[in-house]
């Protein structure tokens, strides 16, 4: 039997056999976890007021979750493939550039949009 | 001092994707201890606990360094073993790099099950900085307490209730049993100070030999608190005095921050679910009690740092 003959963690699938898994469970892809996606756990979302911004980058320093994306030493986007929502980028900010918003409103305005069209 | 500017162009090395709660102390703890660690290789260990199960999840992770998981009790002698193992191999020349060892390790891994593998570690004068990411209590499991659990505090495990008003005992000082091991460098920070966060860290990695760092690091499910107010809650614990900032580098004590005035412990656990019995009608002297522990420690760390033993001005 060829226990953990893998060492490609790309290729772990959860329908395959024990024998099949790498060894001792190792990762050998630093940082994977970015392609799994927690911005669906999301119920409120930040979302980024422009002008009112003076890129201090309090928020980026205190997401727990490394969904401020700075660029250039300036706040550029929001990552919201992992952003959970927890709101404490808005809070944080000194100048009210962050609003949290409802997932429901937005998905409420979206098919709103769809019917008119 | 670098700027938030300079240090948002660090590469991040704890991605998103990670599977701690919705604004988890943690997640800003570590990600402002590897920001701190920028231009060294790291190597980061875990002790079990929330951290580690929620990053390590296969087939994925969370790190963008070399990472290694062991056992709960044993993130010490884990990190100190490869440290070992690691001098060995570039004395004979087979790794050439330089490197920089880490543990995290919540309170229960650190306090409690791994203390003696911690002691040992820093007894032995391994190059490495160990991290207690203390959030007050099993976490992981569901919120069980903890010798970090602070007095009067509900758990699963301590609930408040007709028999008992939350935990009994007081809150073990871990810091000062750190310090008690004559390491080159020991500090207490938290989160809401970020410098001082940043300035901790890289002195730990810095000095040659073992350091410890003790991050208060809050949890929004344990504490029930308002989730977007880590922040305010954290600063609360300092200027209550309840989790004092200071350091202590080569067996020297400094008080790193003096509250301007006497901020009554309430201030603290009013916002605070775990505490919400202590504010019942005849549980007033629960709270006084409360009180005088945090002056007295209070008073004793003052001393300890060579400053004059005094409350600050009401
Ligand atoms: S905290 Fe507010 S002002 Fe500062 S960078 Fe973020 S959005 Fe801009
Ligand atoms: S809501 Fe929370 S997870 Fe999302 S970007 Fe803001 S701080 Fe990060």
């Avoid at chain 1, 099949?20 to 190792?26: D, F, P, Q, S, V």
């Avoid at chain 1, 970015?34 to 756990?41: I, P, R, V």
């Avoid at chain 2, 087939?59 to 056992?71: L, Q």
């Avoid at chain 2, 820093?122 to 919120?143: F, K, P, S, W």
Wanted: proline fraction near 5%; charge should be positive.
């Amino acid at each position: 039997m060829n226990f953990g003959s893998g060492t490609r963690t790309r290729v772990v699938k959860a329908d395959m056999k024990w024998y099949e898994l790498t060894k001792a469970g190792n990762i050998y892809e630093p940082g994977n976890a970015n392609s799994y996606e927690t911005g669906d756990w999301r119920s409120i979302r930040p979302v980024w007021i422009e002008d009112r911004c003076i890129h201090c980058l309090f928020c980026w320093r205190y997401c727990p979750d490394a969904s401020v994306i700075a660029k250039d030493g300036k706040f550029e986007k929001f990552d919201y493939k992992h952003c959970k929502g927890c709101g404490i980028c808005a809070k944080v900010c000194p100048r009210n550039a962050i609003d949290m918003i409802s997932e429901d409103e937005i998905e409420k305005a979206k098919e709103a949009n769809k019917d008119e069209n | 001092m670098a700027t938030l500017k300079e240090l948002s162009k660090v590469e991040e090395r704890f991605v998103g994707g990670h599977r701690l709660c919705a604004g988890c102390g943690h997640g800003i703890t570590v990600r402002m201890i590897l920001n701190a660690a920028e231009g060294y290789n790291v190597v980061v260990g875990c002790a079990t606990g929330c951290l580690e199960v929620a990053s390590t999840i296969y087939p994925y992770t969370a790190w963008k360094c070399s990472f290694i998981h062991n056992a709960f009790e044993n993130a010490g002698a884990t990190i100190s073993g490869v440290e070992a193992a690691y001098k060995a191999l570039k004395r004979r020349g087979k790794v050439n790099e330089e490197f920089k060892f880490i543990a995290f390790g919540g309170d229960g891994g650190t306090y409690d099950i791994g203390l003696q593998s911690l002691s040992g570690a820093m007894e032995r004068g391994h190059n490495m900085v160990y991290v207690c990411l203390d959030n007050e209590a099993y976490m992981n499991t569901g919120i069980q307490r903890s010798s970090a659990t602070p007095t009067g505090a509900d758990t699963t495990t301590s609930p408040a209730g007709k028999v008992i008003p939350g935990k009994q005992q007081p809150r073990k000082d871990l810091t000062a049993i750190m310090a008690a091991h004559n390491i080159p460098y020991v500090a207490q920070t938290a989160i809401h100070n970020w410098q001082d966060v940043h300035k901790k860290a890289r002195k730990a990695l810095e000095v040659e030999g073992p350091a410890f760092i003790n991050v208060l690091s809050p949890c929004p499910r344990g504490w029930r608190y308002n989730t977007p107010d880590i922040v305010e809650i954290t600063k609360l614990a300092v200027e209550t005095r309840f989790w004092p900032l200071f350091e202590v580098e080569n067996g020297k004590w400094k008080l790193n921050y003096k509250p301007k005035k006497y901020v009554p412990i309430e201030e603290f656990l009013k916002p605070q679910g775990r505490f919400r019995h202590l504010f019942k009608p005849g549980n007033e002297h629960l709270i006084k009690a409360l009180q005088e522990e945090v002056d007295n420690r209070w008073l004793a760390l003052l001393e300890r740092c060579g400053e004059t033993p005094e409350l600050p001005p009401r």
